[in-house]
């Protein structure tokens, strides 16, 4: 009777160190909470309570001895304590909501030279710059705080140009030259660059032409992507909006090109439905006499 129960157990511990090998063997994430569970006792009950042994985590701890692990040395905790890296200071807060003064007028100025503030300039850090700000941080991978911080300030500076007295009244924006998505180096593009809010055609990787273009809202928003010019209209009219459409060069459903007396009467003020809008009727004009069906449309930030 003793060889029999000893048989058995035996047995039981066998089967359950095959079923811990096969276990251990998924590489499923683990639950970092996880409490290593107690072995089950000889003879007993199989199923989920069971099953629930077996995990990774309660592997580990059947595997090893039920002696208390050491404590580490003194020399070994300082060791450790004197490899933890130092955490590194938050950035400096320059300017915040609620700020005023010269520095956040250059901070908008500069935010509208590349497309990211759309009002006049006023010295006065508000909910519009905050909104801008948080914007041009989540875009180049910054904490979106909507705060000037150093680092964000040395990125803007990086990207932009001291503002002219003319920007800084609100008159003008002296936007940078708009890198060309590399889809638009061959061949006869219409290049469309939302970071700069800029239009430029391009033959053969030349610029011919550059202009200033407004996109849709965030409720009616320009597509992205590469699109081809499938119908011109040279004095269109919106059948949903009824509004006037000239010059348009339509690349993606109702989406097209097209001058905008709206655009060019309230700035960046106003959005389109999806088009993009142009300002400069001349430009437009032009463009529209160059551009062929079938010309390379793209949209990209």
């Not at 905050?130 to 914007?135: F, I, L, N, Q, S």
């Not at 991978?141 to 680092?151: C, N, P």
């Not at 300030?153 to 002296?174: C, F, I, S, Y």
Request: aromatic share 6%; net charge positive.
């Amino acid at each position: 009777m003793r060889r029999n129960h000893r048989t058995t157990v035996i047995a039981t511990s066998l089967a359950a160190t095959a079923v811990v090998a096969v276990t251990a063997v998924g590489c499923g994430p683990q639950n970092a909470k996880a409490v290593p569970a107690t072995p089950a006792a000889p003879g007993s009950p199989s199923g989920p309570a069971a099953s629930a042994a077996h995990s990774p985590s309660a592997s580990a701890s059947a595997s090893t001895d039920d002696k208390p692990a050491a404590r580490p040395s003194a020399s070994s905790a300082a060791t450790k304590t004197a490899a933890k890296p130092a955490t590194k200071p938050a950035p400096k807060v320059l300017m915040a909501n609620g700020s005023k003064g010269a520095q956040v007028k250059e901070l908008q100025a500069r935010l509208a030279q590349i497309g990211w503030f759309d009002d006049t300039p006023t010295g006065t850090y508000g909910a519009a710059t905050t909104a801008a700000v948080k914007g041009f941080q989540g875009k180049r991978g910054l904490a979106a705080t909507g705060k000037t911080d150093s680092v964000t300030w040395d990125k803007l500076l990086g990207m932009t140009t001291k503002p002219t007295a003319q920007e800084l009244a609100g008159r003008a924006v002296n936007k940078p030259v708009a890198k060309l998505d590399p889809r638009c180096m061959t061949g006869r593009a219409i290049c469309i660059s939302k970071t700069s809010r800029t239009l430029s055609w391009v033959v053969n990787g030349t610029v011919q032409s550059t202009m200033d273009v407004r996109f849709g809202s965030q409720y009616t928003p320009t597509r992205e992507g590469v699109f081809k010019v499938f119908e011109k209209s040279r004095d269109h009219v919106s059948t949903i909006y009824h509004t006037a459409m000239p010059y348009a060069m339509f690349f993606s459903g109702g989406q097209a090109v097209h001058y905008s007396s709206d655009f060019a009467a309230r700035g960046y003020n106003g959005a389109s439905h999806g088009c993009v809008n142009v300002r400069d009727k001349g430009k437009v004009a032009a463009l529209f006499d160059q551009v062929k069906i079938g010309d390379k449309v793209v949209v990209y930030w």
